[in-house]
């Protein structure tokens, strides 16, 4: 303990921030009076993640010393949190550039937890050479974690929708290396899943299979299918990623039946209890209100 340094770590803030959204609404919703009280909360830690956790010259978001507010001038892979969150403003989204630099975190096998710039980076584990919890130590120096991944893919699939689908091309390519993370060595016949990856080489660094850390589902029906819920609003806006066709039906929606279908030649189809809503030619956004 006496080596450690104490962060106010950027996920950790994130986190507490859509936890006190989270209670805000449930407590709107039940009447309860708090509801204002987390929701000022909330809108205080914003503004203080974006102002003292943002580094203007380095376009990048960083823990902080827990006494001080000094910043720990690492780039963390947690540093895009803020865009998973969706509480960045126009002027910060250069910052996502730094997650396409292959002199950064844009590796063969997405993404590493710290930077290849970081002093401390080791794709394979261990701190300075040194294995300090084994051959597989769960170190946050450089190794792959799936359930990060699936935060900043989705990430990337809400700040690609919020700029015009700017960054489909990039979600495509992460959700599909995300995807084969999920098979051993590739083959599509042996599901296996473990806690963290060599962001290099795709060389598994844990022996606990099917650690259940995964983000599969909610990226397929959030961004493949484009499925949006914002209180009387349903929102859907696929990414296309190049699939000839897909369908996914008798989704259940607040007691009303959802069904949608494409496929390149036929067109996207939305329906909405049975009753078609929707159709055209190519992938759109289509929205309902409930």
């Known amino acids: 303990p006496e080596t450690y340094t104490f962060l106010k770590r950027v996920d950790r803030s994130i986190y507490h921030y859509l936890n006190l959204v989270g209670a805000a609404e449930l407590c709107k919703v039940a009447g309860d009076s708090k509801t204002s009280e987390y929701k000022k909360t909330a809108d205080t830690l914003k503004e203080e993640i974006n102002t003292k956790m943002w580094d203007k010259s380095s376009e990048f978001y960083y823990d902080l010393h827990y006494k001080t507010d000094e910043k720990s001038l690492v780039k963390n892979i947690v540093g895009f949190y803020p865009f998973w969150a969706d509480i960045t403003s126009d002027d910060k989204e250069n910052s996502l550039n730094t997650l396409f630099d292959e002199n950064e975190f844009a590796t063969e096998f997405p993404f590493p937890s710290v930077s290849k710039q970081c002093p401390a980076y080791s794709p394979s584990g261990g701190w300075m050479g040194n294995y300090i919890k084994g051959r597989d130590g769960c170190v946050w120096c450089g190794p792959a974690w799936p359930y990060t991944n699936g935060i900043i893919v989705d990430a990337l699939g809400k700040q690609s929708k919020k700029y015009n689908h700017k960054y489909d091309k990039e979600f495509t390519k992460y959700l599909r290396a995300y995807a084969q993370e999920h098979f ?58 190049g699939l000839d066709n897909f369908s996914c039906e008798q989704i259940s929606i607040r007691g009303h039946r959802l069904d949608i279908a494409f496929d390149r030649k036929k067109g996207f189809t939305v329906t909405w209890d049975k009753k078609e809503l929707h159709n055209s030619e190519m992938l759109t956004k289509v929205e309902i209100f409930l």
Do not use: A, K, Q, W
């Open 184 to 241: 051993r060595n590739n083959d599509l016949n042996c599901p296996y899943l473990v806690e963290h990856y060599n962001p290099e080489t795709g060389e598994l660094l844990s022996d606990e299979v099917d650690y259940n850390h995964s983000y599969f589902i909610h990226l397929i029906m959030s961004h493949v299918l484009g499925i949006e819920i914002h209180n009387n609003r349903l929102i859907i806006d696929p990414i296309d990623i």
